[in-house]
């Protein structure tokens, strides 16, 4: 069965920390997906990647950083969290690369509040 | 603007009731258009897919495509507690990048 599993659930951070969210898939997919989800906004693309180590920027990426050392780990990373970073995160993945209508496996989200 | 509009409701129907969704985008580049439905604190997962435009059925499920109009609908039959859900539309560009709509809550009321 298909599984995204992502570290955290629920994340309480201060303004100006560095904060990790990890993503895993057991799926050997080629692509992992970022992204931010906000009310009345849907889901909004920060950063995408199709290969270890290879990193896309989305439609947000300014404020965040990722890191794929892994095929299976994608790592989202807020430098300095500010609180219009608060938001859920949901990490995704999928089997092909630019494929139209491969389908994108999501975890279970990470709601993070900066204080 | 964005490029898929989608009004978020909520939207609540009785039980039994026909659900009708609906997006529009501005791109006539988009190419493959699905929707995903996202149940509270979980992650969203894939619907329905279609590519042309049409009707899918899937069940109690109908994805509707109008590319002239660049108009996509769902329509739930016989809607069901269990189908309480946000639900996103969701269109690919030409580079296979996903751009989602705000999301729908529908409720359905026993």
């Known amino acids: 069965d298909v599984k995204v599993t992502q570290s955290s659930r629920y994340l309480v951070k201060r303004t100006g920390e560095k904060v990790f969210l990890e993503c895993v898939q057991d799926?050997?997919?080629?692509?992992m997906f970022w992204y931010r989800q906000d009310p009345g906004l849907g889901l909004r693309l920060i950063y995408f990647?199709?290969?270890?180590?290879?990193?896309e920027k989305g439609d947000i990426p300014e404020g965040y950083s990722v890191s794929r050392e892994k095929k299976e780990r994608f790592s989202l990373i807020l430098e300095s969290a500010s609180t219009n970073q608060t938001s859920m995160y949901l990490c995704a993945s999928s089997l092909l690369s630019g494929g139209s209508t491969d389908t994108q496996y999501f975890g279970p989200g990470t709601r993070l509040t900066v204080l | 603007q964005k490029e898929v509009e989608q009004d978020p409701g909520p939207l609540s129907v009785p039980e039994g009731a026909i659900v009708s969704l609906n997006c529009t985008y501005s791109n006539s580049a988009f190419q493959y258009f699905m929707w995903y439905r996202q149940y509270s604190r979980k992650g969203p997962e894939l619907l329905m897919y279609t590519y042309s435009s049409g009707n899918k059925e899937d069940g109690r499920f109908t994805a509707q495509v109008d590319k002239s109009s660049k108009y996509i609908s769902l329509f739930i039959r016989d809607s069901q507690p269990s189908d309480s859900a946000t639900y996103l539309c969701?269109?690919?560009?030409?580079?296979?990048?996903?751009?989602f709509g705000a999301g729908t809550q529908v409720v359905v009321t026993p």
């Open positions: 799926m050997d997919h080629e692509n």
């Open positions: 969701a269109i690919t560009d030409s580079w296979g990048k996903l751009q």
């Open positions: 990647s199709y290969d270890v180590k290879m990193k």
